[in-house]
């Protein structure tokens, strides 16, 4: 059965573990589902307020994905599924070129169908499938070249906005991350979120407005670093919003998706890194409980795939197993499925709170910028993580030289051009089809508003300069892959 545990019995010792099929008493474990999400809660909304998606949504279908997940599995790997970073190079790619949040999405929903079809054959087939088809070599590299191309992001986008908050804010997380020990050093990204808005009013108080790019008007002005005018007026409970736009901006809030061939060509090798990860993940799981997963690792990966087509599906984030709970598995030693069936409902109720939606929302863009570069350099190094962890032998030319030009191809900028309507840049597949193509208009690289950012330039700096550096290809598989 996937629910309906065994309660565990005497006195937790310090080196006893609870079983994923055993729980502690109710009490319990309701402060372990709490302290999962405070594990996960940070990353699922800052990815999407990344992607320009409704974080209200993303954190009720968090909540929802996670207990289709549990059910699928039958609580054999117990997991939070929460959003994924893996898609938000992608993801900037289709705003910058003009894509709306339903494109955004369609892609998604698509790369989540793939994703269940993959852990569906994985099912059939046996894991040692992956390792054939996608060595670590490759996923590594896939990974690492996923959070570099951001780089450009933090630069030209969140930084500028206010450069000393987004500091001050990234020194705060690397001191807290290196500093702390236990729960709190896990959630300094969190922590450094706090800090930074209550830093953000603060600077309102003693230097008052700054002028750089406002998200809310879509152009640079005067004015303050934190503006909660949208949180007073919010409800504390309700659905998120339907998706509008209110003078020529989108507000985006729950909707369908479009289907966009170019958009999905870009947010497909996304899918790659959502399988090392997945797998990564199961594995670790496996050695924490001591249980022999790999039976059920196409079932996890299929779940997932399911989590991410069923929050897509009503314009919520992708999903993805998160290793911030992992860590809370492996400081607390208790692996029981009901704290996270806990954590599940609280996500859920969460996202019935258009309050905390209008929270999330303003969030200052300094805040981003110095939570931003950690996050995205997170992403680049987890692709050597990958390297280190199976033992990728760089010695041997087979791995070592086609990495080593496929990563200067993607994230460098080069592109393959075929003829005036088709060419190859990293892992883009760029086809021109009109003034809705996505070779179009601003870089790829980019989240949404950033060819306004640009134009705005809030670092005063000079504007071809800047559109220089930025115009660059969204790499993640270099076609030499």
Known sequence: MSIGWKLHGGTLGPNDIVAPDERLSWGKTVGL????????????????????????????????????????????????????????????????????????????LVSGVVLALVGISIHFL?????????????????????????????????????????????????????????????????????????????????????????????????????????????????FPPHTSMIGGKEIVGWHTPTLSMAAILLVLPAVIALIAENTGHVKAVAEMTGADLDGVMGKAIAADGFGTILASAVGGSPTTTYAENIGVMAATRVYSTAAYYVAALVAILVGLSPKFGAVVAATPGGVLGGITVILYGMIGLLGAKIWKEN??????????VPVA???????????????????????????????????????AGAPAHEGQRRRCDPGGRRQGHAEGRARRPLAGVSWLF
């Open 33 to 108: 589902g709490a302290q999962h999400v405070v594990a996960m809660f940070g990353a699922t909304f800052v990815f999407p307020l990344l992607m320009g998606l409704n974080a209200q949504l993303a954190i009720m279908m968090s909540g929802i994905a996670t207990i289709c997940f549990l059910l699928i599995v039958k609580g054999k790997v117990p997991s939070y599924l929460g959003s994924s970073a893996s898609f938000v190079g992608a993801v900037a790619a289709v705003r910058a070129q003009g894509g709306d949040s339903s494109t955004v999405t369609g892609a998604i």
């Open 126 to 238: 046996g894991s040692g499938i992956i390792h054939k088809v996608l060595p670590p070599v490759v996923t590594g590299a896939v990974v690492m070249l996923i959070g570099f191309n951001l780089a450009t992001v933090v630069a030209n986008v969140y930084w500028p906005q206010d450069q000393w908050v987004a500091l001050l804010v990234m020194v705060f997380a690397i001191a807290c991350a290196v500093g702390l020990r236990g729960f709190f050093g896990r959630i300094s990204i969190f922590l450094a979120l706090i800090f930074g808005t209550a830093l953000s009013w603060v600077f309102d108080r003693v230097f008052g407005m700054i002028s750089s790019f406002n998200p809310g008007t879509g152009k640079i002005t005067d004015h303050f670093r934190v503006n909660w005018d949208g949180v007073t007026s919010a409800p504390w409970i309700g």
């Open 391 to 400: 033992d990728v032998d760089f010695a041997n030319p087979i791995n070592l």
């Open 405 to 443: 030009a496929g990563i200067v191809i993607g994230i460098g900028n080069t592109s393959l051009v075929f003829s005036k309507t088709f060419s190859l840049s990293g892992y883009r597949l760029r086809h021109h089809r009109g003034h809705r193509g996505l070779s179009h208009g601003p870089s």
